[in-house]
């Protein structure tokens, strides 16, 4: 019953880009507020960015400037543009709609950011 799928992780140095993708039902998508969420080992969970259906964003402090997120509504499709990366990037990246629904959580993408 998964219903968001995340791809785009990888291995890049401190500095670089990714572009994370986070593919949605329709039934999920519609009409519905995304986030983007990473955890990193042995941390909790975190928020990192939303995007309403109309396309207004919210950003966790610590990527302001850094990471863009976007959706595409005709392909039931958001995105999280990372630039500049940081080793303390380094994590799991989920989305999820935002509130967050425990049922809607995916296995997440690997980011991992090296010095």
């Known amino acids: 019953q998964v219903q968001l799928v995340e791809s785009g992780g990888g291995l890049v140095q401190a500095g670089g880009s990714l572009r994370l993708s986070c593919a949605a039902s329709?039934?999920?998508?519609?009409?519905?507020?995304m986030g983007w969420f990473r955890q990193a080992p042995g941390k909790e969970r975190e928020f990192v960015a939303a995007i309403t259906w109309s396309g207004s964003t919210d950003y966790a402090d610590s990527v302001k400037g850094r990471f863009t997120i976007s959706r595409d509504n005709s392909k039931n499709t958001v995105y999280l543009q990372m630039n500049r990366l940081k080793p303390e990037d380094t994590a799991v990246y989920y989305c999820?709609?935002?509130?967050?629904?425990?049922?809607?959580w995916g296995q997440g993408t690997q980011v991992t950011v090296s010095s």
């Open positions: 329709r039934y999920t998508f519609s009409s519905r507020t």
């Open positions: 999820n709609v935002h509130p967050s629904l425990s049922a809607y």
